[in-house]
């Protein structure tokens, strides 16, 4: 099994997260959102994110 963050881009939470699941000594990753259709199987879970907007007015799309 794989935990997938799915993010659009590296931020340092969503590097974090990646890195906190591999302390607990899962198989973690993050993945571009259409490139999880690709990676994921039967069993592997995945985490969507959607960051704040650089200007702090609204989230990214998604």
């Known amino acids: 099994m794989t935990f997938y963050v799915v993010a659009g881009r590296s931020t340092r939470t969503n590097d974090s997260l990646v890195e906190a699941l591999r302390a607990l000594g899962l198989d973690a990753d993050r993945v571009e959102p259409l490139a ?13 994110r959607l960051d704040v907007l650089p200007t702090l007015d609204g989230v990214e799309p998604g």
């Open 36 to 48: 999880l259709k690709e990676r994921a199987l039967p069993g592997d879970v995945a985490l969507g």
